[in-house]
């Protein structure tokens, strides 16, 4: 039934051999108001898979598990826009520099850790909303324990608070309520809660419910310390643990080229430890650790489960959501990058490019639901551009985003299916083929191999190293003086 549903609403005769993610099968099948159950993969499956699977995912017996330390918690902070989850964040950066280590330096590397006088942790993701997450779940990756949901108690329960939730609770992320700016004169945060419970059946603590909430004012540096405090309660309740003896595995949260150091990654350790001089692969990338940077900047020796730190001497830039591994030894890492490269890699490819695809043809269906026969086919439907982005620095990806959110207008629909930092690889092309889409890449090399791909495979890609350039282009694309792709 799938394969039919697709060969009818994409017109891509692709799917019966395919690998097709768990997801996408419940995303299309839920448009026929069908009912999914899954089989479990088998463990031989599980095991051709060896070291791939990673052991944070492992399922251990509660003895075992027991054994591991305590970790300390991971947490997002999601919410509405301009409901105060910047303003949170830098006030408890601030308050751990203020109180450890006064005239410290945050280096922005994705996250930060708050130490405690109890000498408990808590590791911040310095992205807030829930896009980054949203982004992370789409690798297949998680490294969030907590979501910490911050409502304005003047503003109330908005769209995004809903959006949020929706998030946390499918990906099964305990969540706490933190109701910001308490400090605004006749502000209701009775209302927040019960509004929490009628439009997301959130039920916190004060009315009777187990989601434990707290008043806080961001800009005040009010009620800190409870929000902390219930951070740490549900991560005692959560039990979080990881053995540190391990060999480290870390997800990346970002990845760039930095003066003087080379290929970084900025990464936060979800297993074991990482060492410096340990051999490290991720992805097709690999090499082996020469320094280990903290989030103050410092150089570290050892970097153990939830720490955020900047990872030097990887050969070449990581996807971000990708898995670090620490590796036995050089020929370990080496044919690790290289079995993916040939085997793992290919088969996420071929599932994230068929999501793509299935997405699509679920929001087809819905227009199409949604317009006459006529309308949907005729002259006037609206223009569609898709993009996969490819640049330096996150910086850059931001900066080509917001202009190509600007194209979008009543005669063109814009979609990005695929944005990230790094040169433009063969799974790129593969997932713009498959969406045809164009590339764009901002100042970012091109491999003379990826080229043959894309030529072979008509996706165009288009070079920019001045932003002004990559404006007027988009600028003539909009104005149809040409298309997207060739
Ligand atoms: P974000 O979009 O959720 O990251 O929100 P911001 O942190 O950028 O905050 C949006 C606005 O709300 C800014 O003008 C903040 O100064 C203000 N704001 C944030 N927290 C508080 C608070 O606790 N009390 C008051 N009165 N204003 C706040």
């Not at 006088?117 to 982004?135: C, I, K, Q, R």
């Not at 679920?362 to 026969?373: G, H, N, R, W, Y």
């Not at 898709?386 to 931001?398: E, H, L, N």
Request: aromatic letters at 6%; a negative charge.
């Amino acid at each position: 039934a799938l394969a039919l549903a697709l060969r009818k609403f994409t017109g891509e005769p692709t799917v019966a051999d395919s690998v097709v993610s768990s997801d996408a099968v419940e995303l299309v099948l839920s448009d026929f108001g069908a009912k999914v159950s899954f089989i479990k993969q088998t463990s031989a499956e599980t095991e051709k898979m060896g070291r791939t699977t990673p052991r944070y995912l492992q399922k251990y017996t509660p003895e075992v598990w027991a054994s591991f330390p305590l970790r300390p918690p991971i947490v997002t902070v999601m919410g509405h826009v301009d409901h105060g989850k910047t303003t949170l964040l830098d006030a408890l950066r601030n308050s751990n520099v203020a109180s450890s280590e006064r005239g410290g330096i945050t280096q922005n590397i994705g996250a930060f850790s708050v130490s405690l006088s109890n000498g408990s942790m808590v590791t911040f993701l310095d992205t807030p909303g829930h896009e980054a997450f949203a982004a992370m779940r789409a690798c297949g990756t998680q490294v969030t324990d907590i979501v910490v949901l911050v409502v304005a108690a003047n503003d109330g329960v908005m769209p995004q608070t809903l959006e949020a939730v929706n998030h946390a609770r499918n990906a099964n992320v305990p969540i706490i309520v933190a109701i910001n700016k308490v400090d605004i004169s006749g502000c209701s945060p009775e209302k927040v809660m019960n509004d929490l419970y009628s439009y997301a059946g959130i039920q916190v603590e004060q009315i009777g419910g187990d989601v434990q909430c707290v008043l806080v004012s961001a800009l005040k540096r009010q009620g800190l310390e409870n929000l902390i405090d219930a951070i740490l309660l549900q991560a005692e309740l959560s039990d979080l643990r990881a053995n540190t003896k391990d060999p480290g595995e870390a997800i990346c949260i970002e990845s760039k080229v930095s003066k003087g150091l080379g290929s970084v990654a900025n990464c936060i350790v979800r297993w074991g430890s990482f060492h410096v001089q340990d051999f490290v692969a991720s992805g097709r990338s690999w090499g082996r650790i020469r320094r280990m940077l903290d989030d103050r900047g410092k150089s570290i020796s050892v970097a153990g489960p939830s720490t955020p730190f900047t990872l030097v001497g990887l050969k070449d830039l990581v996807d971000p959501g990708g898995l670090v591994c620490a590796m036995k030894d050089e020929a370990e890492a080496k044919s690790y990058a290289e079995k993916l490269d040939s085997d793992m890699y290919l088969k996420k490819l071929q599932q994230t490019a068929l999501q793509v695809s299935l997405q699509r043809a679920a929001a087809k269906l819905k227009s199409q639901e949604a317009s006459t026969p006529e309308s949907a086919d005729s002259p006037h439907s609206k223009k569609r551009l898709s993009f996969v982005i490819k640049a330096d620095v996150r910086g850059s990806i931001d900066a080509v985003l917001e202009c190509i959110h600007k194209m979008k207008s009543e005669e063109t629909d814009v979609e990005v299916v695929h944005s990230g930092v790094g040169a433009v690889t063969d799974s790129d092309i593969f997932l713009a083929a498959s969406s045809g889409a164009s590339v764009l890449a901002f100042n970012c090399k091109v491999p003379s191999n990826v080229i043959q791909h894309a030529k072979h495979n008509g996706v165009s890609i288009r070079q920019y190293s001045i932003i002004y350039e990559l404006l007027d282009d988009i600028q003539s694309l909009q104005e149809g003086k040409f298309e997207p792709s060739t």
